[in-house]
């Protein structure tokens, strides 16, 4: 748990794995708003309350806070998903470039000879 | 996985070797490319096969477990009670209303099914007995909201056709369906008394509260009273011919030429063209004047419908004239100015001009936004209400009854 928590609070969002853990939050959120049955309080779009009581305000906070996680998983969590693979792809090429690209390649030994041509310093 | 490998990864994933603001950068490039790739097949997700909802000429699959729901209610006391009563505690007019759109569906569930008549006559006979005693006992103003009695209405004695014009609806559908003896005479009664009501009023309308008068209503009682034509051998062809004039010159708004929703009983307008009205009004006026109501129809989806990425709804006021958000529209979400009412109803409407694309995206709509819980082989959409239900199930399987009263008057 603590480890998990560490991950939360840790990852940086501008990241692939921010964005990934994020994306990971709502589904999270959401699958246990949905296991606990808040489905039913969207009735509140409608003007109606699960408990009878339209003015009931814990049943609309439910209600909203499942709309909100629902909206949010179905629309934000895949783009944040797509976002991080993105993020990631061009990253891992631009890490390649770095490390396996010219400029990260040990000098040739014939490269570091000064050629005849060049003045002598 | 190696260290330098590991390393690597965690380099990727943790963008450790990017400045802040090329992380920011590439986030939000990555953000655009997930939208952009993402938003355009989010529907395919939620779109349903059209056959589920509609169908020529049995009950579809979606339409038998969302009246399965329905029928619960109506032989579960305790669930009716308590539906019935958070509808009632909202608006009183949604439980009146709730009746007749159920009604209808079973009434066209029946024509569909043959077989299974006897029980879908039931729960319409029920539903009509308690709302007549309802009626009786209470008065006219135990369905209507509580301005009803802020003021008196024009014509005496007091009526209003919102509530003949339904349950005279109800009578003749069940009427359609099979004879019933005890209803023969209720039908031409109720008749009689809004065309009282209606030819009393300048434009032909009459009211639904006091000096309001409803499109929706008075198109409503048309349909009830064509009905009764058919059934007791009474012509008032003349009545329609002279109430489609009318309004064609008096109540249609001359920006959209759609019908307005509300207006005084002597024509002036209250509210414009809405659409919790057209859709029904299109519908109701398709055995009056069928020319007519499918021009109703077609202004209604130029003006009202939006189909956006594989998704469909429908706004509740066109763009020339926005009205404010009440119990007829329901929440309307800001920017996509969608309304549910006016997307519950447009399903009604495309449903019943053999709309299929219109009303494909629409359900998709329905099944993304629309919370859908299946349960024990019942379905019922939890942002929506008794009412919000029927409307949907009555959009799935219209039809056989109006074409029974088409076949009916050209048999004549």
Partial sequence: ?????????????????????????????????????LREYTSIISGMSPTGDTADSRAITLGVMYGCFYFAFVLVAPILVLAAVFFGAVEYVGHRELTHGPEARPPHPTESQPRRSEPQQ | MTQPERSCLLDVLEARKLSL??????ACAGVAVGAAIWLPVVHLFFTPGVDDYLS??????????????????????????????????????????????FALALANMALREPSLKAQYLDPIDRIIEETIRLEADNGIYFFLLDYAKDREFVHKPARSIFVDGEIALMLGARRLVEEKPEYKAMLPERVETMLDCMRNGPVLCAESYPDECW????????????????????????????????????????ETGMLASSFSLKGRFIDGPEGSTIWMAAHCLSIIDE??????????????????AGFGWAREWPRSCVGPEDVDSGPVIPVMEASSGSSGLALMGSSAFGDRDYFGKLCTSLNFA??????????????????????????????PLWQKVKQLDSDR
């Fill in chain 2, 56 to 101: 020529a000429d049995a009950v579809s699959p979606k339409a038998k477990e969302l009246s399965t729901y329905h029928l619960r209610l109506w032989t579960n006391p305790e669930l009716r009670k308590e539906e019935i009563g958070k509808m009632r505690s909202r608006n009183r007019e949604w439980d009146f209303m709730g009746r007749t759109f």
């Fill in chain 2, 215 to 254: 499109m929706f209503c008075n198109t409503v009682a048309l349909a009830a009273i064509k009905i009764s034509d058919v059934l007791d051998g009474t012509d008032h062809s003349e009545f329609f011919r002279e109430w489609v004039a009318n309004a064609k010159q008096r109540l249609v708004d001359p």
């Fill in chain 1, 1 to 37: 748990m603590k480890k998990i928590l560490r991950i939360l609070f840790h990852a940086r969002l501008f990241t692939p794995k921010g964005l990934l853990v994020r994306a990971a939050v709502i589904a999270v959120v959401f699958l246990v708003l949905h296991v606990c049955g």
């Fill in chain 2, 291 to 308: 020319r007519f109501a499918r021009d109703q129809y077609e202004r209604g989806k130029k003006e009202l419908a939006v189909e956006l």
């Fill in chain 2, 370 to 399: 629309g919370f859908p819980v299946e349960r024990d082989g019942a379905l019922k959409y939890c942002a929506s209400n008794q009412v919000g239900d029927a409307v949907m199930l009555y959009a799935m399987v219209l039809g």
């Fill in chain 2, 21 to 26: 603001w090329r992380r920011v950068l590439l």
